[in-house]
């Protein structure tokens, strides 16, 4: 069942089994925070075992591109569009954000983003080919992103 993140008050449901989920919890209500205040558009997020057309179009991406497979286990999706930009994120057990932004009618305004909840180690499929730049946020703590551009059509 799909419900709406509150940015206000972090609530770590649907997250209960994440090591970090406190962290996990603000990373999520920051994003929602953002989508407030961008588009105006509620943030709501589906169980990912509800989602799986979402969870496979970014496993999709992530293989395809990067040859990327991640062994942590999704919780949270997100789709949406809001403009010309079709949202997709993923919020896995372990703490990782994925993101795909893209645009539909620019392809060369395609990525996906990559952010780690405070407190989570680099994930081994991750380590050694990205660089992570910090940035602090009240909900979320310091969270740590990258991202790659998206080269194919998808």
Known sequence: ??????????????????????????????????????YEHEFTVTPAAESQEALEYVQRILKEERGIEFAAKPLETSRFQEENIQWTFVFYEDGLEINVLYTIDNPKKRAVGIKLSEGMEVPAELEGKFKFAKQKSKLAGTIRGSFFVIKGEY
């Open 1 to 38: 069942m799909s419900y709406a993140v509150d940015f206000k008050q972090v609530s770590t449901v649907g997250l209960e089994s994440s090591p970090v989920q406190e962290a996990l919890a603000g990373l999520r209500a920051n994003e929602a925070r953002y989508f407030m205040n961008k």
